[in-house]
């Protein structure tokens, strides 16, 4: 334990440096004719320090509290609906959705509700279909309850690989993302702000493991809920609380006038609409941080709820972003001081992810800016965070213990090696951030979603529901989905034109998850009555002990006692 | 009221899960008449309403896919808001309510009919 608390107290004092190195680079950015930035930056960081520091000093008491495997990865299973219902809200609102979906209504009106929609329905399927029953099967990953009764080498490499490639693709994107705000918010390189989150992320997992995981995503989901309501009352108190007013004033001063009132050109074919449809609605459903956190509750009646107040924490917020885009469009495209000036039109200073950031500053000036801005990087902390715990989890717990040390290892040995791994995928995240810098990473949420929907979600669903599920029906079906959903978005416009320098795409759909989640269910489905082996007999009658014990909760793992 | 999970839990902290006795209650479970009626319930109540939320959303889709002009009729004469918004904000707002309809049953009814079966089956 001591060398523990040395470790962490190195590591901070790493980050301090790294800090007063990036602070460095701002202050000589801001030499270079920024200086109206300069004064609001110091607001930013003087309120990130302050969550900072706050998270850190949760991460040494979690650090204290961390002993045992189940702390370590449920936190002992001793979150309370309410609070694990605000920790996947933390883990779920990421800063592209803060960030995109108010840009996309402020470019174009009415269809950030449909990616406000898509995320949102995945849940009540969650809480129908699934959240009971894993937290029933499960210990603390997924992978548990698709190895429930079938091969564990097999299922659970393949859960395992399904879970790493969706953890990386998205921890690309948040750290790209990441990379890009904190440059424009706090005039900081690049480089040091991929670090940066990089080395907290490490922190907290590492040290502080599901505890401060949680706490890291409860305070963010308070912040952001918090500062996302501040920002939209602003904007509803300028137009007398009146929508009608507030879209009248928008049609007037958007270029595209009456046309961002209905949905446009974002989802140009019908194909491409119920595609990204399904991928949003079902990949929710196959994401490993989000399924993790169903096991950090005590039992199955504090699961659904967690469910609901998640669901309505996030819809609640979706709302929110929705009147924020509107807002945008109203206060900071009509200002002259927010717009690019070389660009024209209604681009933004900074790229038109900043729209919810300038609304905040015409809302509530400097200081309200500098709120929001630490917020935003509050929010990238918590999702990087849980990916990373998700992440190592699949490598200690599935791929270490059970697969190649066949269940012979100790709980301590599993941590140590969870805690390595958080630090590798960390280095990973980081140097993963630092390449893809440049690139165009808009499809990686379409591609992580897709893979989750087409991967995880059909093994997942038919372990859970279907008697005659077999071993070799669970991993080449799933198989086929994961293949078949990456390689329709490597050979679409996303990736195959606009980042292999192709003419033409040879996939003409932007989303993969109508063909490729229905390949998987169909492809498992195939191979499990095509299966006749002893094991799959077995496998199919061990269905009823499994099923007794995910409807009643009959012999499920309880929470730790504290 | 004791949370049916608490009870397996109990069971779960004397070491006995995957033992005789953890068997036996399985066994107690299977061919009580009330694990049939708890698991026909819920699963048909799950289901249900899964169906109205795939059906709200995908039809909500099929709009945006084949019927964008009904998204953007206004909601009357000189009024700015058009239907495509009460819709799908609906669906928001459909989809929380009914996460909480079935919590309601599921941490009422439900959960009082599990915890009978956990009780009969020791």
């Given amino acids: 334990m001591r060398t523990t608390m040395t470790a962490l107290a190195g590591a901070l004092a790493a980050f301090g440096t790294l800090l007063a190195t990036g602070t460095a680079a701002m202050a000589a950015g801001a030499d270079l004719g920024q200086a109206a930035q300069q004064a609001t930056n110091w607001h930013a960081i003087v309120m990130f320090l302050l969550f900072v520091a706050g998270t850190l000093a949760i991460t040494y008491w979690a650090a204290k509290r961390t002993k045992t495997a189940a702390d370590f990865y449920a936190a002992g299973g001793g979150i309370t609906g309410f609070q694990n219902g605000l920790a996947i809200a933390g883990d779920y609102m990421s800063a592209a959705s803060f960030l995109g979906i108010s840009a996309l209504v402020y470019g174009s009106g009415y269809d950030g509700l449909i990616f406000s929609v898509g995320w949102l329905v995945g849940w009540p399927i969650i809480l129908f279909l699934i959240a009971e029953r894993l937290r029933n099967l499960g210990k603390y990953t997924f992978a548990d309850v698709a190895s429930y009764r079938l091969g564990r080498t097999p299922v659970r490499t393949f859960a395992a690989t399904g879970s790493l490639v969706v953890v990386i693709f998205y921890l690309i994107g948040q750290m790209v993302g990441a990379g890009q705000l904190i440059k424009l918010l706090f005039g900081m390189e690049y480089i040091y702000a991929v670090i940066i989150v990089g080395a907290l992320m490490m922190i907290y997992v590492t040290f502080g493991g599901m505890v401060a995981t949680t706490w890291v995503q409860i305070i963010k989901a308070g912040l952001l809920l918090s500062g996302a309501t501040v920002i939209a009352f602003g904007v509803m108190y300028q137009f007398g609380f009146s929508f009608e007013q507030l879209f009248a004033r928008a049609i ?33 459903a196959g994401l490993p941080h989000i399924l993790m956190r169903f096991f950090t509750v005590p039992d199955a009646r504090e699961a659904r709820k967690s469910v609901f107040y998640a669901t309505g924490f996030i819809g609640y917020f979706y709302i929110l972003t929705f009147i924020i885009g509107f807002g945008a ?72 213990a059970s697969v190649f040390m066949h269940g012979k290892t100790t709980e301590g040995k599993e941590v140590t090696v969870s805690r390595y791994a958080s630090l590798g995928l960390g280095v990973i995240a980081v ?29 997942l669903v038919m372990s859970m529901f279907w008697s005659g599920l077999t071993t070799r029906g669970a991993v080449i079906g799933g198989t086929i989905g994961l293949v078949t959903s990456v390689v329709l978005v490597v050979l679409s416009k996303a990736v195959w034109v606009q980042s292999f320098g ?61 | 009221m004791i949370a049916a999970a608490a009870v397996a839990r109990r069971i779960v902290e004397g070491k ?50 084949f019927n964008k002009a009904l998204l953007a009729t206004p909601l009357g004469v000189g009024i700015n808001t058009t239907i495509g918004f009460p819709l799908g904000v609906g669906v928001i707002l459909g989809a929380v309510i009914l996460t909480g309809i079935y919590v309601y049953r599921a941490n009422g009814e439900f959960d009082e009919l599990n915890r009978q079966i956990i009780e009969e089956s020791r």
């Avoid at chain 1, 492809?523 to 199919?540: C, G, H, I, M, Y």
């Fill in chain 1, 502 to 562: 192709y003419a033409e795409p040879i996939v003409p759909y932007a989303y993969p998850a109508i063909f490729s989640m229905p390949a998987a269910f169909f492809f498992t489905w195939l191979f499990s009555v095509l299966d006749n082996s002893p094991r799959a007999a077995k496998e199919r009658a061990a269905f009823e002990a499994q099923s007794i014990r995910s409807e009643t909760g009959l012999g499920a793992e309880g929470a730790a006692a504290h």
């Fill in chain 1, 431 to 459: 140097l993963l951030g630092i390449v893809f810098e440049k690139q165009n990473v808009a499809f990686i949420v379409a591609l992580t979603f897709s893979v989750a929907a087409s991967a995880n979600f059909p093994v």
């Fill in chain 1, 329 to 400: 469009i109203c206060l900071v495209a009509t200002n002259p001081a927010y717009l690019d000036v070389v660009k024209g039109g209604l681009n933004l200073r900074g790229g038109n992810n900043m729209a919810a950031i300038h609304l905040a500053h015409a809302i509530g000036g400097d200081l309200f800016l500098g709120f929001i801005s630490a917020v935003a990087f509050a929010t990238i902390l918590a999702v990087v965070s849980g990916l990373t715990l998700a992440g190592a989890s699949a490598i200690s717990h599935d791929l270490y």
């Fill in chain 1, 252 to 284: 007037e001063v958007h270029p595209k006038h009456e046309a961002i009132m209905s949905p446009g050109t974002l989802v140009s074919n019908p194909i491409d609409a119920v595609s990204l449809g399904i991928a949003l609605m079902f990949g929710t």
């Fill in chain 2, 16 to 65: 006995l899960s995957n033992t005789a006795q953890n068997l036996a209650s399985a066994e107690k479970i299977r061919n009580n008449p009330k694990f049939r009626e708890l698991v026909s319930k819920r699963t048909r109540f799950a289901w249900t309403l899964s169906v109205i939320v795939l059906v709200m959303y995908f039809g909500f889709i099929a709009l945006i896919a």
